[in-house]
């Protein structure tokens, strides 16, 4: 399965990249290309070495092309860059694409933290992701209360539940 992760540049798309390669073919993307496919460099090159496996499958490219190649597509984005980000390439998923969205639109302050969608009175991630769906039914929200730093180091163990909601049950389980 190809498994794109818009934002794979960043922590989280790391972690997911990390744990994921093992068993199947990651595709990097990120606005710069160039950037996606050293990132994906760097990550072959860690998970060979932790899984002991040469047949590691992670490579880089733009956003739009990664978005357009991918089987599951996993936005690994900021709240804030959701309908710029969605608008481009959502239309363009193929229309099998499963699209998961672990966004959570919080945001830290000084005694914890704020979801922005409430204080600001702003439509939840889910909502802004699906406005772009071709198919609304193969989105699936998920892994919204992973932590960043358990994620991108693939041999600590996830111990967290995990919600995994959408309105297909074929994309959910695929998830």
């Given amino acids: 399965m190809k498994i794109g992760i818009i934002g794979g540049t960043g922590g989280m798309g790391k972690g997911f990249a990390l744990r994921w390669c093992n068993k199947h073919q990651i595709l990097i993307g990120s606005r710069d290309s160039s950037r996606a496919a050293s990132t994906a460099d760097e990550y072959t090159k860690t998970a060979k070495e932790i899984f002991n496996n040469e047949n590691i499958s992670v490579s880089g490219n733009d956003n739009l092309n990664v978005a357009k190649e991918s089987d599951v597509l996993v936005l690994s984005i900021p709240y804030q860059n959701i309908d710029s980000i969605c608008s481009e390439l959502l239309p363009n998923v193929k229309d099998e694409c499963i699209v998961i969205s672990p966004i959570v639109p919080m945001t830290k302050t000084d005694v914890g933290f704020e979801c922005v969608a ?16 071709k198919d609304k039914t ?9 932590s960043e730093k358990k994620l991108i180091n693939p041999t600590l163990k996830l111990d967290y539940d995990i919600f995994v909601a959408g309105d297909n049950k074929e994309s959910v389980e695929v998830v």
């Fill in 138 to 146: 193969k989105l699936v929200s998920a892994f919204h209360v992973i």
């Fill in 118 to 133: 409430i204080k600001e009175n702003k439509p939840f991630s889910h909502q802004t992701v699906e406005k772009h769906m």
